[in-house]
Every structure is written in C-alpha cells, then in structure tokens.
C-alpha cells in the first residue's frame, strides 16, 4: 500500500493514468479507489466493528490465556518480557526475575502496556458463501496501566501459591504447598507486582462484517485452525 500514501497516487484526485489502469485490475486498490476524500473522513480506525467494549469478555481472554506482553519504556527503548498475570478486581498480579532488567521499571506507579492475545488464524476466502480478500482474524487485549513493585516475602508466597491454582484450574492435580523449601529458597530471586489497570480496549476481529452464514463459517475455520496448526507447528520445533 506505499503507493497509495505518495504525491503521483493521492487517492479521490485519480490523475494518474497509469495507477487508475493498475487498478482495475487490483482488487487491493479498486477498493482503495471506492474511498473518496469525503467518505474517507467518515471512516475512523480501529474499525467500531472490530472493538470490543464488554469487560467481562476482556477478563475472559485474560482468564483463558494469561501469558501477557509486558512493555516498559526506558530512554525511548522498550523492554518486554513474556509471564503470565492474573486478573483481580481491576489489576494485574506478576512475578518476574529480578534478574531480569525490566523489573526495575515494574515500580514507583511506572506506565506499563499489556497485551493479551487468544486464538488467531488465516481466513480463506475460499470458506466464504459470497467474494471476499483473504483476511487474518484474531482477538487481542491491550491494557495501559501503573505498576507496583510489592517488597512482602509473604505476600509473594501466598501470590505464588495463587496463581498456581489459578493455573491449575479446573483440574487441579498440583497444589503449591506453602511449606515448599524450593519455594522458599527462591522468593528471594523473585519480585512481586501488580498492576493498576487505567485503559481497556478489546480486538476481535473476527469477521463481523460478513453475513451471517460466513460468520459461521470463519467461526468454524478458527476453531479448526488452532488443533492442527499448534500441532504442525510442534512436528516442526519441538
């Protein structure tokens, strides 16, 4: 899409010649072409259909898939570190190594982002009922928030016990005992904290603007989609 975004293809002019032939034959940019300056600013990103604003359902996602994105921003650079956290009454509780250089920006109210992402696939046109582009459906939770470092061994220890039954739900075959001495040898290597969450916003893509019956069907693709390719993908590096 670069040429849509320079001076000679300047979308709603259409003087250039050659970008208007390419187009006909483009189904990316005779879609492009369709959107005037006018009805261009009618358009806002990300798409309302796309945003998810029930919170409960964000919790679920968290629920469901508790490995998080954790971004800190130190001297423009970013840190990341991949952990689970767990959702409680508006935060988010962690525990990372404190050997790891971004714990020391998990602190004194710093802003931290927070991703979360659930299942996600490839969608074919070639599922649809009606002429659709190829696509890539998913759902994601971005929170922005202020993180807390929590310096109570004792807090950390029941936290640990916690989020592992957290983890082991609903089964349940491993309980965390509180007297563990491994545990207790290495709450010293690990730093407590949580995070207050101040923004919300969800992102399911996942094919809203189709009809019904195609709806169904990118559903169906989704659910198909997770089993074989994390097995294929397993077959391949593990």
């Not at 659709?132 to 994601?140: D, E, F, G």
Request: hydrophobic share 35%; proline share 6%; net charge positive.
């Amino acid at each position: 899409m670069k040429a849509l975004k320079s001076k000679a293809y300047t979308i709603g002019t259409f003087k250039n010649k050659e970008f208007q032939k390419k187009a006909k034959f483009d189904p990316i940019n005779t879609s492009a072409l369709q959107l005037t300056t006018k009805n261009r600013n009618q358009l806002t990103y990300p798409p309302p259909k796309h945003q998810e604003d029930d919170k409960n359902r964000l919790i679920e996602v968290i629920k469901t898939y508790p490995l998080a994105t954790l971004i800190s921003v130190a001297d423009g650079l970013p840190l990341i570190t991949h952990l689970p956290l767990i959702y409680e009454r508006g935060r988010l509780i962690g525990h990372i190594d404190k050997m790891n250089p971004q714990t020391h920006l998990l602190k004194d109210q710093i802003d931290v982002t927070v991703l979360f992402s659930g299942p996600e696939c490839y969608i074919s046109p070639s599922i649809f009922s009606s002429t659709h582009l190829p696509t890539w459906n998913y759902i994601k939770v971005h929170l922005k928030g202020k993180v807390t470092a929590i310096d109570d061994q004792a807090a950390l220890k029941a936290s640990l016990i916690s989020m592992t039954e957290a983890l082991e739900a609903p089964d349940h075959k491993y309980v965390l005992d509180a007297n563990n001495p491994r545990m207790d040898q290495n709450l010293k290597y690990i730093q407590l904290f949580e995070i207050h969450i101040e923004s919300w916003e969800g992102k399911f893509k996942l094919s809203q603007d189709k009809a019904p019956k195609d709806i169904r069907h990118a559903r169906e693709a989704l659910l198909r989609s997770q089993q074989l390719s994390i097995e294929n993908f397993l077959d391949k590096v593990f």
